[in-house]
């Protein structure tokens, strides 16, 4: 799948809507608290990658971090992230831009987060394997990174992904899907959505293989007894915590 038929998605004033309304609503998970604040100081530089309407950043900012610029591949995104924080007079830099192709100097970040299984909207494991690598090139040494994505592996899903496997053994897949755990579907808000599920394995083999040392991955659950509003807005999901090493 071309990475334009994915961003589409999130060009849709409703899908546009749904994320402004999870920044204003749902804010940070207790997971992503917990995590965030354990990893990063207050005064670190932090990248948020896949920021939307600025759920994350937004959160960040209230919970007391000054320094963050926060990025996504949606315009129509950014400019609604840029409303939001214009109109609580935050100070949090949004930005336009590719995490396959970042346009910030070598080390310039103290951390980095990727919400919501963000990495894995972005079609193509060479194309997610590059997000890796320039995230690992703009980290200081020894920072941290920090994202989700679905479990393949998960008991609940093993069902589903055997009647997945028949499809895609009878090449009845979507015919623009590259690899087995791409999924083109229509969720609630509307249109058509690009996701990767990934099996753990993977995940451990694009950290590696794009310089990060691995810390930790936790199921959501296992970290925080999420609020209604969350499990509502987000269905569980493996948080990674991974390092750039030291020099």
Known sequence: MEPETAKKFFRQPKVV?????????????????KIFTR?????DSLL?????????????????YRYITALDYSREMVTEARRINEMFEYGIFFHQGDATALKYDDETYEGAIFGFNGLMQIPGRENRRRAMREINRVLVPGSWFVFTTHDRDAHW??????EQKKLWKDG???PDLEMFGDLYYEPPEGGMMFIHTPTCNEIREDLKSAGFRIEADVLRHQLANEPPLVREFAD???FWVAQKPEK
């Open 236 to 238: 569980e999901c493996r």
């Open 39 to 43: 990893l990063f100081n207050w005064d």
């Open 172 to 174: 009845n897949q979507h």
């Open 48 to 64: 948020e990658l896949g920021c939307g309407a600025g759920r994350i950043a937004v959160g960040l900012w209230e919970i007391g």
């Open 157 to 162: 899903r093993k069902s589903f992904w055997k």
């Open 17 to 33: 809507e749904h994320y402004a309304a999870a920044a204003n609503r749902v804010g940070l998970w207790h997971s992503e608290e």
